[in-house]
């Protein structure tokens, strides 16, 4: 129960900062991940364009 508790504080301390759905999915998209995909590192540890989550290393136009 502790770890619920962790991480609803964190989600609130995100929401307090201004974190909404939308910039979530943003983030992923401009990291090419996809939330649901296994892979071998949490989101919050994204490498960058050579991150093997990441489904490809073409730039996004901007």
Do not use: H, W
Not at 36 to 43: D, H, I, M, S
């Amino acid at each position: 129960m502790i770890q619920v508790t962790e991480l609803l504080q964190l989600i609130k301390e995100n929401k307090d900062a201004g974190v909404t759905g939308v910039c979530v999915l943003a983030t992923m998209y401009k990291r090419r991940i996809m939330p649901l995909q296994k892979r071998c590192r949490f989101g919050f540890e994204y490498l960058g364009s050579n991150d093997p989550s990441r489904l490809t290393a073409e730039v996004l136009p901007s």
